[in-house]
């Protein structure tokens, strides 16, 4: 690529950046700020992996190490979770880590968890048929050769499972998930 090019290209994702930054406002925001850890108490800093909006509402995915291992926790508009001791490695043979689901009231149904670094895609499927596409965040940052994934998915959705894709859109795995919210 030119240098002009690349130039030109960091100069869009520049400007879509900020519009995106300057456009979040109202009571779908995260808190400004340093993340805050929602689980356990944090025994060293709390990594901001991805953020991001969907269906109007930001988000925001950190991981961080308790007395418990490692945490992770997805912050929306509406509130946020984590949970603490699951494995964000996938274990041999897997294809998905640890991973969870939920909504409160009026806020996007989410789901979020780990997948290893073959899946180039991961989609959660509505109950109705209905496919939500995953954000896909890598983990090296922590040190681990795996990828965390965010999706949110329309207000009263209820999600059936999750589908990790490769890169010729075969199904690597699928993970049925057990009633409407996790």
Request: with cysteine; glycine share 18%.
């Amino acid at each position: 690529m030119s240098l002009a090019r690349s130039a030109l290209v960091a100069l869009i994702t520049l400007l879509t950046a900020c519009s995106v930054i300057q456009g979040r406002v109202g009571p779908d925001r995260v808190a400004d700020g340093p993340p805050q850890a929602l689980g356990l108490p944090a025994t060293g800093p709390i990594i901001v992996i991805g953020q991001g909006v969907s269906h109007g509402v930001e988000w925001r995915y950190s991981v961080y190490e308790s007395a418990e291992g490692w945490c992770t926790q997805l912050e929306t508009g509406g509130g946020g979770g984590s949970g603490c001791g699951g494995d964000l490695v996938p274990a041999p043979g897997s294809v998905f880590g640890s991973y969870g689901w939920g909504s409160g009231g009026n806020d996007p149904v989410t789901a979020e968890g780990t997948v290893t670094a073959d899946a180039v895609a991961v989609n959660a499927i509505g109950a109705d048929g209905r496919r939500f596409n995953a954000v896909l965040m890598g983990f090296q940052r922590v040190g681990f050769d795996t990828q965390a994934f965010v999706v949110l998915a329309p207000p009263g959705t209820d999600l059936d499972s999750l589908v990790a894709l490769d890169a010729n859109g075969e199904v690597l795995a699928r993970e049925e998930l057990n009633g409407p919210l996790g």
